[in-house]
């Protein structure tokens, strides 16, 4: 496979550089991989002999995991550095654990990191390719792409579609990749949660905003519900989270007010009964699993890519053909 | 002791005597000693031709950060004082947010002292408004005072307690120095990395809000009202701070202010991509608060040009954007940046360029120099203003190389700089 040919350019930091044609292409690709994880064998050629750094600052479990499962079931040869315990935590710069790496010859590094532009900072550096697992409050792409393909996969489509963003978007990085996805796809997009957490400036990038669920659930087709953290109660944005999941809880019985049917995903982990009822998450119109298959697919399609692989022949690709 | 120089035939710009016109100036005994159309010098006289070039009295910036003590791997008082010097500038303030910090005598001399041995620009210490700077009571104001602060600040901070700003004000009217405050109110904008507004919600990256120094601009001017003293705020940025000390000024309130040449300059769009280097305190702002500072500093709103020079190691710059620290070296590029794109632009004449950097400056903090009168103190600054070069951060004279101008290309700059008679800078 051919490093320069790569249709995402060398790195994936965010949705908002990406064209639409490119997010399609991730999305496309991430079709065929989704088989792999159903076989008896759950292993295909594609990344044979590339070397993947899975490098998490930030505690992380699901896309961790996620990733690793990808990786593993292309063939890549991976290693896991979490930030407790790693020389991160005695003092190592960015910088010098990025060139510490690329000393020992690897050929991708994922990211987390809790500074907003940390993966374009280390993309900038190394020329590894960068994936980024999401950078304090702005992107997390691969989410934003699980999510898209997981709409795809029960609505039929993305454009037209209505899709509303609930919860603490001011810091969060799913919101954004959500937000430009989404955008670039077509769909219509709105937020809702309290306006500490959802400031009117949001609306400038193209978004309706809501600040209350119940006009988000009128409006929606789709409602994607982003976990609350203790912290923001702490900090003070809200006042309490009985408070949060009385006005802005996502229930049966909201729900059920709806002029139709709404589809509802979670990029976890949830907080059953602050931002989302347990009956919801568990419900009829819940995705939340079917988001976490997506995600190995999706991060299948990332890797296979940026490795330069082409579009058109992941299907090949599978069966151990160059 | 320095010999007699005689400046030829430059364009003298000097607004203190609204002078602009071709001129010769002679240097003699570290004081200027004649000018006039045609003055003849004895033999022994060193003679620079001043063809073409512009003289005007040496530039003074009263907002600079020399680090040391304690943070001598970014600047030092030495490295400053040249880098000040091959600026254009004969003075500068030095800001006490060092450590420890310039709040006691002994510090102020101990700058005084760094910076005589430099033997560049003259470095005049600027005291702490808050012993420590911790915000909490007043400094050794007067001791620091007789030993040679021009005035006080806690800058790199504001003073959060406006009971001790009341302070400040009222107790530095008895030394004649001004109380210089960095307008911001840190429970709005502490969490903040850049301003606030679309592009830190793009990024990501939490925001300052305007009405962060807004606030802090406005209570400082009422509270200058209120005691009759001296505030002089520093690298105002804000398009409602602008206008509140214009009204201010026309009640009658006693006050100066700074525009930095970044912030007359660059919007918050430079700071896309995550440029730490164009990451400081206060933030890149919008468009229109860019216009406003602008139309601040052409009518004289604005008194004063300085840089907030603010040197960082580049190890502590070659971080995720919101891990690395604020400011930017100024220093060096002030004088270019400021001739190819604010005179240059028309935003203001030459003549108020000379104003704002040299006259305007020396008065607020009370300091020799801003003329070229027969008998002030020979610090002269002598101008290229056709000479075109291009910004390269590694042939600073600073230890630091910070700076969101690499690159530019900019017409105008230094060709000597004189410190009481002698050339610090230049050939």
Same mark, same amino acid.
């Given at each position: 496979?051919?490093?320069?040919?790569?249709?995402?350019?060398?790195?994936?930091?965010?949705?908002?550089?990406?064209?639409?044609?490119?997010?399609?292409?991730?999305?496309?690709?991430?079709?065929?991989?989704?088989?792999?994880?159903?076989?008896?064998?759950?292993?295909?050629?594609?990344?044979?002999?590339?070397?993947?750094?899975?490098?998490?600052?930030?505690?992380?479990?699901?896309?961790?995991?996620?990733?690793?499962?990808?990786?593993?079931?292309?063939?890549?040869?991976?290693?896991?550095?979490?930030?407790?315990?790693?020389?991160?935590?005695?003092?190592?710069?960015?910088?010098?654990?990025?060139?510490?790496?690329?000393?020992?010859?690897?050929?991708?590094?994922?990211?987390?990191?809790?500074?907003?532009?940390?993966?374009?900072?280390?993309?900038?550096?190394?020329?590894?390719?960068?994936?980024?697992?999401?950078?304090?409050?702005?992107?997390?792409?691969?989410?934003?792409?699980?999510?898209?393909?997981?709409?795809?996969?029960?609505?039929?489509?993305?454009?037209?579609?209505?899709?509303?963003?609930?919860?603490?978007?001011?810091?969060?990085?799913?919101?954004?990749?959500?937000?430009?996805?989404?955008?670039?796809?077509?769909?219509?997009?709105?937020?809702?949660?309290?306006?500490?957490?959802?400031?009117?400036?949001?609306?400038?990038?193209?978004?309706?905003?809501?600040?209350?669920?119940?006009?988000?659930?009128?409006?929606?087709?789709?409602?994607?519900?982003?976990?609350?953290?203790?912290?923001?109660?702490?900090?003070?944005?809200?006042?309490?989270?009985?408070?949060?999941?009385?006005?802005?809880?996502?229930?049966?019985?909201?729900?059920?007010?709806?002029?139709?049917?709404?589809?509802?995903?979670?990029?976890?982990?949830?907080?059953?009964?602050?931002?989302?009822?347990?009956?919801?998450?568990?419900?009829?119109?819940?995705?939340?699993?079917?988001?976490?298959?997506?995600?190995?697919?999706?991060?299948?399609?990332?890797?296979?890519?940026?490795?330069?692989?082409?579009?058109?022949?992941?299907?090949?690709?599978?069966?151990?053909?160059? | 002791?320095?010999?007699?120089?005689?400046?030829?035939?430059?364009?003298?710009?000097?607004?203190?005597?609204? #002078?602009?016109?071709?001129?010769?100036?002679?240097?003699?005994?570290?004081?200027?000693?004649?000018?006039?159309?045609?003055?003849?010098? %004895?033999?022994?006289?060193?003679?620079?031709?001043?063809?073409? #070039? /512009?003289?005007?009295?040496?530039?003074?910036?009263?907002? /600079?950060?020399?680090?040391?003590?304690?943070?001598?791997?970014?600047?030092?008082?030495?490295?400053?004082?040249?880098?000040?010097?091959?600026?254009?500038?004969?003075?500068?303030?030095?800001?006490?947010?060092?450590?420890?910090?310039?709040?006691?005598?002994?510090?102020?001399?101990?700058?005084?002292?760094?910076?005589?041995?430099?033997?560049?620009?003259?470095?005049?210490?600027?005291?702490?408004?808050?012993?420590?700077?911790?915000?909490?009571? !007043?400094?050794?104001?007067?001791?620091?005072?007789?030993?040679?602060?021009?005035?006080?600040?806690?800058?790199?901070?504001?003073?959060?307690?406006?009971?001790?700003?009341?302070?400040?004000?009222?107790?530095?009217?008895?030394?004649?120095?001004?109380?210089?405050?960095?307008?911001?109110?840190?429970?709005? %904008?502490?969490?903040?990395?850049?301003?606030?507004?679309?592009?830190?919600?793009?990024?990501?990256?939490?925001?300052?809000?305007?009405?962060?120094?807004?606030?802090?601009?406005?209570?400082?001017?009422? !509270?200058?009202?209120?005691?009759?003293?001296?505030?002089?705020?520093?690298?105002?940025?804000?398009?409602?701070?602008?206008?509140?000390?214009?009204?201010?000024?026309?009640?009658?309130?006693?006050?100066?202010?700074?525009?930095?040449?970044?912030? !007359?300059?660059?919007?918050? %769009?430079?700071?896309?991509?995550?440029?730490?280097?164009?990451?400081?305190?206060?933030?890149?702002?919008?468009?229109?608060?860019?216009?406003?500072?602008?139309?601040?500093?052409?009518?004289?709103?604005?008194?004063?040009?300085?840089?907030?020079?603010?040197?960082?190691?580049?190890?502590?710059?070659?971080?995720?954007?919101?891990?690395?620290?604020?400011?930017?070296?100024?220093?060096?590029?002030?004088?270019?940046?400021?001739?190819?794109? /604010?005179?240059?632009?028309?935003?203001?004449?030459?003549?108020?360029?000379?104003?704002?950097?040299?006259?305007?400056?020396?008065?607020?903090?009370?300091?020799?120099?801003?003329?070229?009168?027969?008998?002030?103190?020979?610090?002269?600054?002598?101008?290229?203003?056709?000479?075109?070069?291009?910004?390269?951060?590694?042939?600073?004279?600073?230890?630091?190389?910070?700076?969101?101008?690499?690159?530019?290309? #900019?017409?105008?700059?230094?060709?000597?700089?004189?410190?009481?008679?002698?050339?610090?800078?230049?050939?």
């Amino acid at each position: 496979m051919n490093q320069a040919a790569s249709a995402l350019g060398k790195d994936l930091v965010g949705l908002e550089p990406l064209s639409r044609e490119q997010i399609v292409a991730i999305l496309d690709t991430a079709e065929p991989f989704k088989e792999i994880s159903e076989r008896r064998i759950k292993k295909v050629p594609v990344l044979r002999g590339k070397t993947i750094v899975n490098l998490f600052f930030e505690a992380s479990t699901r896309t961790r995991v996620s990733f690793e499962f990808a990786e593993k079931r292309l063939s890549a040869d991976t290693v896991n550095i979490a930030a407790a315990g790693s020389s991160v935590v005695k003092g190592e710069t960015l910088v010098d654990t990025a060139r510490n790496l690329e000393a020992m010859r690897i050929d991708m590094v994922v990211m987390r990191h809790g500074s907003s532009g940390a993966a374009a900072f280390l993309a900038e550096r190394i020329p590894s390719n960068v994936v980024n697992a999401g950078d304090g409050a702005h992107e997390h792409p691969t989410q934003g792409l699980l999510d898209m393909l997981t709409i795809r996969d029960h609505l039929g489509r993305i454009e037209g579609l209505k899709v509303c963003v609930v919860g603490d978007v001011l810091h969060s990085r799913v919101a954004r990749s959500n937000i430009h996805g989404l955008l670039k796809l077509g769909a219509e997009v709105a937020l809702c949660g309290p306006p500490t957490l959802v400031p009117p400036v949001f609306r400038e990038l193209g978004v309706e905003v809501f600040t209350r669920v119940e006009d988000a659930i009128q409006w929606a087709d789709v409602l994607n519900v982003l976990r609350l953290q203790l912290e923001r109660m702490e900090a003070g944005y809200v006042p309490s989270l009985r408070e949060y999941n009385r006005i802005w809880g996502v229930s049966n019985a909201r729900l059920d007010a709806a002029p139709h049917d709404v589809l509802i995903l979670h990029p976890g982990p949830m907080n059953r009964g602050v931002e989302i009822d347990s009956d919801v998450a568990d419900g009829p119109h819940s995705v939340i699993l079917n988001q976490v298959t997506n995600g190995v697919a999706v991060r299948m399609a990332v890797l296979y890519l940026l490795a330069g692989g082409q579009p058109e022949k992941a299907e090949a690709a599978k069966q151990g053909a160059e | 002791m320095s010999g007699h120089i005689l400046l030829r035939g430059g364009r003298v710009v000097d607004p203190s005597q609204k #002078l602009d016109a071709v001129r010769d100036v002679l240097l003699a005994d570290g004081r200027v000693a004649k000018l006039g159309e045609r003055v003849d010098a %004895s033999p022994d006289t060193r003679v620079l031709d001043c063809t073409d #070039l /512009v003289v005007t009295p040496g530039l003074v910036d009263v907002h /600079v950060h020399l680090r040391e003590p304690g943070g001598e791997h970014k600047e030092t008082i030495a490295t400053g004082a040249r880098a000040a010097a091959a600026g254009g500038f004969t003075a500068v303030c030095a800001m006490p947010n060092t450590d420890p910090p310039i709040d006691d005598p002994a510090t102020v001399g101990f700058v005084l002292a760094e910076g005589r041995r430099a033997g560049a620009a003259r470095v005049y210490p600027v005291g702490c408004i808050s012993a420590g700077r911790k915000g909490e009571r !007043l400094a050794l104001i007067g001791e620091m005072v007789e030993t040679g602060a021009v005035a006080i600040t806690d800058d790199g901070s504001p003073v959060m307690d406006s009971g001790l700003m009341r302070l400040a004000l009222l107790y530095a009217q008895a030394f004649g120095i001004p109380v210089a405050d960095h307008p911001e109110d840190l429970t709005l %904008s502490a969490r903040g990395h850049m301003n606030a507004g679309l592009v830190a919600t793009r990024l990501g990256v939490p925001g300052k809000p305007n009405a962060a120094e807004d606030i802090h601009i406005v209570r400082d001017l009422l !509270l200058a009202e209120l005691t009759g003293g001296h505030i002089h705020l520093q690298h105002v940025s804000t398009r409602f701070g602008v206008e509140s000390i214009r009204q201010a000024k026309g009640r009658g309130v006693h006050v100066t202010a700074e525009a930095s040449p970044h912030h !007359l300059i660059l919007d918050e %769009s430079a700071v896309e991509g995550y440029r730490t280097d164009a990451k400081m305190n206060p933030p890149l702002r919008t468009p229109e608060d860019v216009a406003a500072v602008r139309a601040g500093l052409a009518d004289g709103t604005l008194d004063v040009i300085a840089t907030d020079h603010a040197p960082h190691h580049y190890d502590e710059k070659e971080a995720a954007f919101t891990d690395a620290p604020n400011g930017i070296v100024g220093l060096e590029t002030a004088l270019g940046l400021v001739l190819t794109h /604010v005179v240059g632009k028309g935003v203001i004449d030459l003549p108020t360029m000379v104003e704002r950097m040299s006259c305007q400056p020396a008065r607020a903090f009370g300091l020799d120099g801003g003329t070229l009168a027969e008998g002030s103190v020979a610090d002269v600054t002598v101008l290229d203003p056709a000479a075109t070069w291009t910004v390269d951060p590694r042939a600073f004279r600073s230890k630091s190389r910070n700076t969101p101008f690499a690159g530019w290309e #900019l017409r105008g700059r230094t060709r000597w700089t004189i410190v009481g008679g002698s050339v610090v800078f230049g050939k």
